[in-house]
């Protein structure tokens, strides 16, 4: 079993900044996938970066360029970048991990986290 906890998210002007960060516990994190998803209001969840256990990374184009998923082993920690954020980035945000190679559509998540609210004012 692995425990998912997101922080990080918040309320932020168009073109400013977060990071979230997404605390692992339970078993072994260097053998997982992990990734960020996220859902806007009336809008089903969708994929937004993944980082495979080889530091493989993949981001949906609406974020690259902006966006950079980063992993510390050492911690059991992913981390969501957002640099230049726009009001359509506005979503609850949440990670999960997966037993795969990727994850990139909910299918691959064995794990979520609570999620974490990210809203971009205009």
């Known amino acids: 079993q692995v425990q998912l906890v997101e922080s990080g998210g918040g309320l932020v002007q168009a073109g400013g900044s977060l990071r979230l960060s997404c605390a692992a516990s339970?078993?072994?994190?260097?053998?997982?996938?992990m990734g960020w998803f996220r859902q806007a209001p009336g809008k089903e969840r969708e994929f937004v970066a993944h980082?495979?256990?080889?530091?493989?990374?993949a981001y949906v184009d609406s974020v690259k360029g902006r966006f950079t998923i980063s992993r510390d082993n050492a911690k059991s920690t992913v981390y969501l970048q957002m640099n230049s954020l726009k009001p359509e980035d506005t979503a609850v945000y949440y990670c999960a991990a997966g037993w795969g190679a990727t994850v990139r559509r909910s299918d691959d998540v064995n794990y979520w986290g609570q999620g974490t609210q990210v809203t971009v004012s205009s």
């Open positions: 980082i495979s256990w080889s530091r493989t990374t």
């Open positions: 339970g078993r072994t994190f260097t053998g997982y996938s």
